[in-house]
Structures are given as C-alpha cells and as structure tokens.
Nanobody
Framework: QVQLVESGGGLVQPGGSLRLSCVAS????????MGWYRQAPGKERELVAA???????NYADSVKGRFTISRDIAKNTVYLQMDSLKPEDSAVYYC??????????????WGQGTQVTVSS
C-alpha cells in the first residue's frame, strides 16, 4: 500500500505565504509523477502544479510566478511554496502521485487534502 500525507495548510492573510509538503510512504519502487491539485467549494478539482519524472515543471496560469513546486526524490516528498496568496487561492489542496509499487504495478494515489484559507 502507498500513502500520501500532506501538511502545511492553514489560514493566511492576502499577500502571505504557505509551504505545503506531501510525503509518500509504503511499498514504493519508484515515483514517476508528483503534483498538487486544489478544489474550491462548488468547483472542479484543478491541477495547480506538476513535477513529472522529466523534471520539467508546469503550473496553472493562475499561479505562475507565485507558486513553486519542488521535489526531494530521496525523501519521496513534494513541496508547494505558495507566495503572494490571494483569496481565490483558498481551497483544499491535494497531493497526487503516480507510483510504481514493489509489485511493479503503477497506480495513482491521492492524499487526504489540506485546507488553505486566504482571508483577512
């Protein structure tokens, strides 16, 4: 089994910063993709930032220049540094990873989500 555990969410004022972390653990042989999605009330879940195995990151247009995704491959961890936060960034943020388990099966996994609220 593979588990993804996020941390780092919370309440922040507009213009502030937060750093999210997501650690993958369990029966992991290799991780191909790690990324962050978010879902606001009444909206569909959307991709925020992606860090595939190629190392070429990509971002949603709405967060470019403000958010930075990074990975620590040795620690099976992905981070999302969020700066210049806006109220419209408020959402539940989910970590997603494409993992090849020790049984060589490749599957996608979601974390439980962490709430980010940007408000004065």
């Amino acid at each position: 089994q593979v588990q993804l555990v996020e941390s780092g969410g919370g309440l922040v004022q507009p213009g502030g910063s937060l750093r999210l972390s997501c650690v993958a653990s369990g029966s992991i042989f290799s991780i191909y993709f790690m990324g962050w999605y978010r879902q606001a009330p009444g909206k569909e879940r959307e991709l925020v930032a992606a860090f595939p195995s190629s190392g070429v990151t990509n971002y949603a247009d709405s967060v470019k220049g403000r958010f930075t995704i990074s990975r620590d491959i040795a620690k099976n961890t992905v981070y999302l540094q969020m700066d210049s936060l806006k109220p419209e960034d408020s959402a539940v943020y989910y970590c997603f990873a494409t993992v090849q388990g020790t049984g060589r099966l490749i599957q996608g996994h979601w974390g439980q989500g962490t709430q980010v609220t940007v408000s004065s």
